[in-house]
């Protein structure tokens, strides 16, 4: 098993993560250039997300899926264990973007027939999360603020949100989410594909 740089083993999330993208790269029998091409990520970057030198931010794991047509949590289900009906919350997957401070908690059972997931997303005070595309033009998106308060943009208009509000919106292009509280912010995604 390749160590990563600071000479621990690969987070073994990330290793079946990279080894699924790779899969799915070669599925479609395109080079690293060619999704380089449709992704906008550089070569060097994807190699190492497909070989589990890095562990994938949350804007290179929106940009893979919208050339795949998957949503994250779709993704993501793939690389976990066969689905099961009951997800208890300590198996409830989590995925971590420690760059960005964004902490993904994968809610629903995973199955990659249904059309609808439940995701928890927790964002540290100051985090700033922007994504370039939806992975799926058209993804219906419920935000529920659990706790502490949340900037949300699409379609270039902000919406403020704080503990308790609901943000219902259909994701076309850009968005952003920002926890723009001194606490970090929790909140509950519902996401629908079209």
Not at 46 to 71: D, F, I
């Amino acid at each position: 098993m390749k160590l990563d740089d600071a000479g621990a083993a690969p987070d073994p999330v990330d290793a079946r993560l990279g080894a699924r993208l790779a899969e799915l790269r070669a599925e479609r029998g395109w080079s690293l250039g060619e999704l380089a091409e449709r992704s906008g990520v550089s070569r060097s970057t994807l190699s190492r997300a497909e070989r589990a030198e890095t562990s994938p931010t949350a804007s290179l794991l929106n940009r893979l899926c919208g050339v795949y047509g998957r949503t994250m949590s779709q993704l993501l289900s793939e690389v976990e264990a066969e689905p099961a009906l009951l997800v208890r919350a300590a198996g409830q997957p989590v995925w971590e973007d420690r760059a960005s401070g964004f902490v993904r908690r994968s809610v629903s059972p995973p199955h990659a027939g249904l059309r609808g997931e439940l995701v928890e997303g927790r964002l540290r005070a100051g985090a700033d999360i922007a994504y370039d595309r939806p992975p799926v033009p058209g993804l219906e998106q419920h935000i529920w603020v659990l706790e502490g308060a949340l900037d949300v943009t699409a379609q270039g208009i902000e919406h403020h949100l704080d503990a308790g509000d609901c943000l219902r919106l259909r994701v076309w292009g850009p968005t952003r989410f920002r926890c723009s509280g001194s606490d970090g912010v929790r909140y509950v995604l519902v996401v629908v594909l079209p």
